[in-house]
T-cell receptor, first 115, second 113 residues
Framework: GAVVSQHPSRVICKSGTSVKIECRSL??????MFWYRQFPKQSLMLMAT?????????EQGVEKDKFLINHASLTLSTLTVTSAHPEDSSFYIC???????????FGDGTRLSIL | GESVGLHLPTLSVQEGDNSIINCAYS??????FIWYKQESGKGPQFIID???NMDKRQGQRVTVLLNKTVKHLSLQIAATQPGDSAVYFC????????????WGLGTSLAVNP
């Protein structure tokens, strides 16, 4: 069964809305989770590394004020897309792994559509 | 960046045939490699992994081969089935990269009945 749960699976909202996406590790504690963005027919692009109890580490070119990450517990990380615009429409995916030398498990993604 | 926005290559095979998906990885210091399968509208699903101290690892119907000399990774799927149709990504982890995954471009596998 799934070990990483992501919610919601799909969001459609108006431009200017802020959208929160949750990522939960179901049967293990994850001090680190990862957030990705994926465009159609492309590979995953790492946006940021979410660190439990501390600030997220953002990849170059990703606006931290636009994509707010909170990792307040060992089983939950959230990504908030603030004041979303149509160009933020994408497929957002989170992942977590039990240990750094073990495979990451992925949520089923969130399809975000901004009108 | 660690992934490039290019269109995915496609591999088309007949049901029952064996499939071989190839991947060239970027960092000779990478010590852990993973193959993921991604179906449409879903997140990547772990298939098989291999560490740099091995050159071959087998799972159920899948085999991963690692050639460190030429930095090449392959995934072999035996007796390919329609349910194997998906996009396959290789990913590498370097010891000195904060254990972030570095993704390959992906290959779209289409299985013809």
């Amino acid at each position: 069964g799934a070990v990483v749960s992501q919610h919601p699976s799909r969001v459609i909202c108006k431009s200017g809305t802020s959208v929160k996406i949750e990522c939960r590790s179901l049967d293990f504690q994850a001090t680190t989770m990862f957030w990705y963005r994926q465009f159609p027919k492309q590979s995953l692009m790492l946006m940021a590394t979410s660190n439990e109890g501390s600030k997220a580490t953002y990849e170059q070119g990703v606006e931290k004020d636009k994509f707010l990450i909170n990792h307040a517990s060992l089983t939950l990380s959230t990504l908030t897309v603030t004041s979303a615009h149509p160009e933020d429409s994408s497929f957002y995916i989170c992942s977590a792994g039990r240990r750094s030398n073990q495979p990451q498990h992925f949520g089923d993604g969130t399809r975000l559509s901004i009108l | 960046g660690e992934s490039v926005g290019l269109h995915l290559p496609t591999l088309s095979v007949q049901e029952g045939d064996n499939s071989i998906i190839n991947c060239a990885y970027s960092n000779s210091a990478s010590d852990y490699f993973i193959w993921y399968k991604q179906e449409s509208g879903k997140g990547p699903q772990f298939i098989i992994d291999i560490r740099s101290n091995m050159d071959k690892r087998q799972g159920q119907r899948v085999t991963v081969l690692l050639n460190k000399t030429v930095k090449h990774l392959s995934l072999q799927i035996a007796a390919t089935q329609p349910g194997d149709s998906a996009v396959y990504f290789c990913a590498e982890i370097s010891a000195g990269n904060n254990r972030k995954l570095i993704w390959g471009l992906g290959t779209s596998l289409a299985v013809n009945p």
